[in-house]
């Protein structure tokens, strides 16, 4: 069996090292304590594209997912983007 916390890493590894610390950040510090149901809003978050997610994060637009909202809302308040 796999371990999720290594798939969700790889997943983690974007197309920008922005993006690689910043949901990676979201992986190493929130996920451990983070509900099941925020857990799986963060890695349907993680099937974006790389675009959206440096707009949502970037502030330019929200996901209409309000788990994935939440996600971004933490990182974004985090990192002070």
Not at 9 to 37: I, K, M, N
Not at 42 to 57: K, M, N, R, S
Request: aromatic share 8%.
């Amino acid at each position: 069996m796999e371990d999720p916390i290594k798939r969700l890493r790889w997943r983690c590894r974007r197309g920008t090292r922005e993006l690689d610390q910043l949901v990676g950040w979201w992986l190493d510090e929130r996920y451990p304590d983070a509900s099941a149901e925020l857990r799986k809003g963060f890695a349907d978050l993680l099937e974006q594209q790389d675009p959206d997610l440096w707009d949502w994060i970037m502030g330019r637009s929200m996901p209409s997912d309000p788990l994935q909202a939440r996600v971004i809302d933490e990182i974004r308040t985090r990192h002070r983007v």
